[in-house]
């Protein structure tokens, strides 16, 4: 009897150690993400995205910088390059649906190069 709760007791924590684990790595992947976009270094952010294994269309939508988008957040910082990286990598349908051209046209942005990359890729 003791080893069945024993062994019960440690299969919950080991679940629980593996969902804080999983939780604790994507906070980390993000917070990586937010300070490549800020500091347009495209080549760690490819790395990064390698070495994680995700590409950048699956989470997107997932990841706020600030409260921005990371194309939002990129065109905050002047981050051209990311920018129009990360456009190049998301889908269209991607582009249309997450109103960061609109946001780029409403917040001042609307000349800059990521919202142009944006209008192009998606036929805006």
């Known amino acids: 009897m003791k080893a069945i709760v024993l ?8 679940a629980t150690g593996a969902t804080f684990s ?16 800020q500091g347009d270094d495209t080549m ?3 790395k990064k ?11 997107y939508s997932g990841i706020q910088c600030n409260g921005q988008s990371l194309l939002q957040f ?9 920018g129009e990286f990360i456009v190049g990598r998301l889908s269209v349908d991607e582009l249309k649906s997450s109103g ?12 800059s190069p990521i919202a142009a990359a944006i209008k192009e890729r998606a036929g805006l």
């Open 22 to 37: 999983k939780s604790a790595e994507a906070n980390e992947l993000a917070l990586s993400l937010c300070t490549y976009v």
């Open 100 to 111: 960061d051209y609109e946001w780029a046209q409403s917040n001042g942005h609307a000349g």
């Open 7 to 14: 062994g019960t007791l440690m299969a919950a924590v080991a």
């Open 49 to 59: 995205l390698r070495d994680s294994r995700v590409r950048v269309r699956d989470i």
């Open 74 to 82: 990129a065109m905050s910082n002047g981050s051209q390059d990311i």
């Open 44 to 46: 760690r952010m490819r």
